[in-house]
C-alpha cells in the first residue's frame, strides 16, 4: 500500500502495486488525489456484489444493443462487445487543458506537414525528415501531389493515443491520421454509465460526449465544394462485414447522414451519385471509413470491390471533398513519429506540449546499436502495423522471442523502432478477483474542418489480463468511460 | 434521411417478408401440430412440405416426412434457408444493416430474437414442446410488428415496409388455401366429412381466422365459405383482398405523397391483381380454384418482380455505372 489515507468498502484493499493510480495518484502521495474523492467516496458505498450484478447488466446491454464487433472464424460470424469496466476513469481540468492543447498542436502540425509533403516539400529541403521516411512509406500517394484541400486539412479525424508514465506524465504514443476508431465507444461508454450508474455520476461535474457526431457533421460541412450551401455528407463503409460496422451505423445515425457502401455510389463526369429510391443524388462530402488503396479501383487498387469507379477523379475536380483526406497515413507511420517534437517546432515554433515517448530509430545507425544492446529493455515495434500487432515487449519476452525480434531486425531495420518500457498508469478495475489495477491508456478524438476541436473525453482502453500493458480490442482489451472533470 | 437508398428499401421490404414469413410458418406448425393429428397422423407433415414446395429439398436429406423431421426442418434447421431460424436470421441481418434507419428498439428486438432462437437445443422444438416454441416465434414476430408500428418513422421507408409484408401475407395466404384444397380428398363422399372440416378448420386456426369467421359464419363451414372469406373478406387482415388494398394504398402514397417515379409500372401490375380479385367466391369455383389461386400468385409475383426492378433497384437503371 502507498497510501497512507484510510480506506474502506469497495476500495480498501486496493493497491495500485507502486504504479501511477488514475484513482489514487502517484505513489508514496500521503492523500489520494482531491479530484477522485467524490466518486471514490460514491464507489466505497457500494458493494462488489452490487457492483458486479450491475457491471453485468451493462455488458449484456452491450450485447443485446448489438454494440458489438464482429470476430469471423472460418464457420461463424460472432459477435463481441469491448468488455466494459464500470469503475470511470477521472481526468482533472488542468489536466485535461494540457491533453487537449497538446492534442491540438500535434494535429495541427500533422497538417502542416502533409500539405508540406504534398505541395512545397520544405521539411526536406530544411533537412527535418529525410525524405525516404516519407517516400518508402506505401501510404505515400503520388497522386495528392500539388492538389488542393479546404482549409489545408488533411487529417479531419484524428486520434492521438496517450498514456501517463509512473511519474504521472502523460506522453504521446501514437498518433492516428487515417481512420481512428473506437470514438462510438466513448459515447456508448457514457450512455451505458448514465443507463446503469446513475448513481455514480449524478451530479458530478462531468464534461459532455455526445455532441461528438453534431461536432463532426458540421466539419464535413465545411468541406464541402465551394458553392454547396446545404452539402450532403454521406459515410462510405466496407459494410455489415467490418469489424468496426458497429461505429460506422453510430456516426451514420449521430450526424444524422446516410450509411453507404461502395455499391450506392456512382461516378458521372466527375461527380459523385448515391442510388436512391428517386435515381441518383448528388454528394458532395463523403466521410469514408474505407483504406485509401480501396478508394477507387481505377486511381488505386484494381481489385478493390469496396470503392467507387472514378471518385479520385471527382475528388481531383474538386467536386466531392473526403474525410480523411488521401494520404495521411505518411504522417501517422511509427517511424516518422519519432520527427513529430521536431515537426512541431518546425512548423509552429513552439515546444511540444506532450512529449513523445523516447524512440529509436532502427533505420539509423546508433539507433539500431542501441536498439540490439538494450533488447531486452526495450519496447520494439514494426512501423508499419497497428492493433498491437508485431510488438516485442523485452523485459517480458523469453529468450527465444527475443532472439526472433534480433533477426527480424536485422533482416530490414528500417522496418523498426525501440522504445523505453513505459509502465502505464493502472486504474481500479473490476476483475474476477475482486478491484484490481490493471494498465489503461487514453485515445483522444480531434475534429478539424476549419478549426480543430478536441472532444472532452476519450476511450481509456484498459489490459484486462494481469500486468499486461497492450490494450488493443484485438488482445484482450475493455473500456472505461472516461470523466473529463470542470 | 430525405433520400431513401435503394439498398435500404430492399432491405427493408425483405426485413418485413421475412418476419412476416417466420410468422406464418410458425402459425402453420402450430396448427398442424394442434387440429391435424388425429385425422391421419402423420401424413400432415408432409402437406407442409407440399405447402412451400420443400418435398425436393426436404428429401434430399431425409427419407421419411416424420413429425421430427420436418419440425426441425423448418424450425432450427439453419441449412435450410426457409427455416424460421434462417427467416429471422436474415432478417436480423438486414436490421443490422437499416440500423442507420430503423429504431433502436426493432434492431435490439430483433437481434435478442434471434440469438434467443439460435441458443435452442433440440428438445425446445419436440413435439410436446412445439406449442410453445410456435407462441415463442408468434410472440416475437409480433413484437417485431409492434415495435415497428409504434417506433418506425413514417416515410417511404415505412412504405416499403408496408409493401414487404402484406405482398408476403398474401402469398401465404394463397398457398395455405391452395395446399389445403389440394388435399380434400376429391371423392365426393368424403366432402364434409370429418376429415374434410378439420382440414378447413385448421386452415383458418392457421390464420387466426377461426373466430372471424365465425361471426361472419355462425353455422356450418363449407369450403367455399372458408375459401371466399380467405380471398375477399375486407375486415380479416389476412385475406388477399385486404392484403392487396393496403399494397394499393402504399403504392399511392409513394407515388403521389413521396414522387417515387418507379411507383408508376407497378401500379399497372396492381391493377391486373385487382380486376383478379373483382369476383366472388361462386366465379372462383366456376374458374376452379386452384387454377384462380395459381394466377393469384402469379399476378402477386409480377407485382413483386416490378416493385424489384423500379423501386429496389434489382435492374440497373440507366445511369448506372
Redesign the interface.
Known amino acids: 500500500m502507498n497510501e497512507v489515507a484510510e480506506r474502506t468498502g469497495l476500495l480498501a484493499d486496493y493497491d495500485a502495486g507502486g504504479r501511477y493510480c488514475e484513482m489514487f495518484g502517484p505513489p508514496g502521495m500521503q492523500a489520494p488525489v482531491p479530484h477522485t474523492e467524490a466518486l471514490r467516496e460514491r464507489l466505497t458505498r457500494m458493494s462488489l456484489e452490487d457492483l458486479r450484478e450491475r457491471a453485468h447488466d451493462a455488458e449484456l446491454e452491450l450485447?443485446?444493443?448489438?454494440i458489438t464487433f464482429t470476430v469471423y472464424t472460418q464457420k461463424d460470424a460472432i459477435d463481441r462487445i469491448l468488455p466494459f469496466d464500470a469503475i470511470p476513469r477521472p481526468i482533472p481540468p488542468d489536466e485535461w487543458q494540457t491533453l487537449e492543447s497538446g492534442v491540438r498542436q500535434r494535429v495541427t502540425a500533422i497538417n502542416r506537414f502533409l500539405r508540406d509533403v504534398y505541395h512545397e516539400r520544405h521539411v526536406f529541403s530544411d533537412r527535418i525528415v529525410p525524405p525516404d521516411v516519407v517516400f518508402s512509406n506505401p501510404n505515400y500517394r503520388p497522386e495528392m501531389e500539388g492538389l488542393e484541400v479546404p482549409f489545408d486539412t488533411y487529417a479531419h479525424i484524428d486520434g492521438s493515443d496517450l498514456i501517463r508514465d509512473d511519474d504521472g506524465t502523460f506522453y504521446v504514443l501514437e498518433d492516428n491520421a487515417r481512420c481512428p476508431s473506437g470514438v462510438s465507444y466513448m459515447v456508448e461508454n457514457r450512455h451505458l454509465m448514465l443507463r446503469t450508474f446513475p448513481d455514480l455520476i449524478e451530479d458530478q461535474p462531468v464534461r459532455s460526449v455526445s455532441n461528438y457526431g453534431q461536432r463532426l457533421r458540421a466539419a464535413l460541412g465545411e468541406i464541402a465544394p465551394q458553392g454547396i450551401d446545404d452539402p450532403?455528407v454521406v459515410l462510405l463503409s466496407p459494410g455489415?462485414y467490418n469489424s468496426a460496422?458497429f461505429e460506422h451505423?453510430f456516426l451514420?445515425?449521430e450526424m444524422?447522414?446516410?450509411?453507404?457502401?461502395g455499391?450506392?455510389l456512382?461516378?458521372?463526369n466527375d461527380r459523385v451519385?448515391?442510388?436512391?429510391?428517386?435515381?441518383?443524388?448528388p454528394v458532395h462530402v463523403i466521410y469514408r471509413r474505407i483504406n485509401d488503396d480501396a478508394l477507387d479501383p481505377r486511381a488505386f487498387n484494381p481489385d478493390s470491390l469496396l470503392g467507387v469507379?472514378?471518385l479520385f477523379q471527382a475528388y481531383r475536380k474538386g467536386n466531392v471533398a473526403l474525410a480523411n483526406a488521401i494520404g495521411t497515413g505518411v504522417a501517422d507511420d511509427k517511424a516518422l513519429y519519432a520527427y513529430m517534437p521536431r515537426l512541431i517546432r518546425y512548423y509552429l515554433d513552439e515546444d511540444p506540449i506532450l512529449p513523445n515517448v523516447q524512440t529509436n530509430l532502427c533505420r539509423e545507425h546508433e539507433g539500431l546499436q542501441y536498439t540490439l544492446d538494450h533488447l531486452d529493455e526495450l519496447v520494439v515495434k514494426p512501423v508499419g502495423e497497428a492493433g498491437g500487432y508485431g510488438i516485442t515487449v523485452g523485459p517480458h519476452a523469453t529468450k527465444e522471442e527475443l532472439e526472433h525480434c534480433r533477426q527480424q531486425i536485422l533482416d530490414r531495420p528500417h522496418n523498426w523502432i525501440s522504445q523505453p518500457m513505459i509502465n502505464l498508469s493502472v486504474a481500479p478495475t473490476l476483475v474476477d478477483g475482486g478491484i484490481e489495477p490493471r494498465h489503461v491508456d487514453l485515445r483522444a478524438f480531434a475534429v478539424t474542418g476549419r478549426d480543430t476541436w478536441v472532444a472532452p473525453g476519450g476511450l481509456s482502453r484498459v489490459a484486462l489480463r494481469k500486468g499486461s500493458l497492450i490494450v488493443n480490442s484485438s488482445q484482450g482489451g475493455g473500456s472505461k468511460d472516461t470523466w473529463v472533470l470542470e | 434521411m430525405s433520400n431513401l437508398l435503394s439498398r435500404y428499401a430492399d432491405a427493408i421490404f425483405w426485413m418485413a417478408r421475412y418476419v412476416e414469413r417466420a410468422e406464418d410458418l410458425a402459425r402453420v406448425l402450430d396448427v398442424t401440430e394442434t387440429f391435424s393429428r388425429d385425422s391421419r397422423g402423420g401424413q400432415d407433415w408432409r402437406s407442409i412440405l407440399d405447402l412451400y414446395d420443400d418435398a425436393p429439398k426436404f428429401f434430399r436429406e431425409h427419407n421419411e416426412a416424420t413429425a421430427a423431421a420436418v419440425i426441425r426442418f423448418y424450425t432450427l434447421d439453419d441449412r435450410n434457408g426457409s427455416s424460421i431460424l434462417s427467416n429471422i436470421g436474415m432478417a436480423r441481418s438486414n436490421a443490422r444493416t437499416l440500423r442507420p434507419l430503423i429504431s433502436t428498439e426493432m434492431w435490439t428486438q430483433l437481434n435478442i430474437f434471434y440469438n434467443r432462437l439460435r441458443a435452442l437445443g433440440p428438445q425446445e422444438i419436440a413435439e410436446p414442446r412445439l406449442a410453445r416454441f410456435c407462441s415463442m416465434i408468434k410472440e416475437g414476430c409480433q413484437t417485431h410488428t409492434g415495435i415497428t408500428e409504434g417506433t418506425f418513422y413514417r416515410d417511404e421507408g415505412w412504405c416499403f415496409y408496408q409493401l414487404g409484408k402484406q405482398l408476403e401475407r398474401a402469398d401465404q395466404t394463397t398457398r395455405q388455401l391452395d395446399s389445403r384444397y389440394h388435399n380434400v380428398p376429391s371423392s365426393p363422399d368424403e366432402v364434409g366429412s370429418q376429415v374434410d372440416v378439420s382440414r378447413w378448420n385448421a386452415l383458418l386456426r392457421s390464420a387466426a381466422g377461426y373466430h372471424a369467421f365465425r361471426k361472419i359464419h355462425p353455422r356450418g363451414m363449407t369450403p367455399a365459405d372458408v375459401a371466399g372469406f380467405m380471398l375477399f373478406h375486407e375486415g380479416f387482415p389476412r385475406s388477399v383482398a385486404a392484403c392487396v388494398d393496403e399494397v394499393g394504398e402504399r403504392l399511392t402514397q409513394l407515388r403521389s405523397v413521396y414522387n417515387v417515379p418507379g411507383a408508376t409500372a407497378a401500379m399497372g401490375r396492381l391493377d391486373d391483381l385487382r380486376g383478379l380479385l373483382d369476383t366472388d367466391i361462386d366465379g372462383v369455383i366456376e374458374f376452379g380454384l386452384h387454377e384462380y389461386l395459381d394466377r393469384v400468385q402469379q399476378y402477386l409475383n409480377a407485382l413483386s418482380v416490378e416493385i424489384g426492378r423500379d423501386l429496389l433497384g434489382h435492374a440497373p437503371g440507366p445511369h448506372s455505372a
Not at chain 1, 444524422?256 to 457502401?261: R, Y
Open positions: 450485447y443485446n444493443f448489438g450532403t455489415t460496422y451505423i451514420a445515425r444524422g447522414v446516410a450509411l453507404v457502401e455499391r450506392d456512382v461516378t458521372e451519385f448515391v442510388k436512391t429510391i428517386r435515381g441518383l443524388q469507379p472514378g
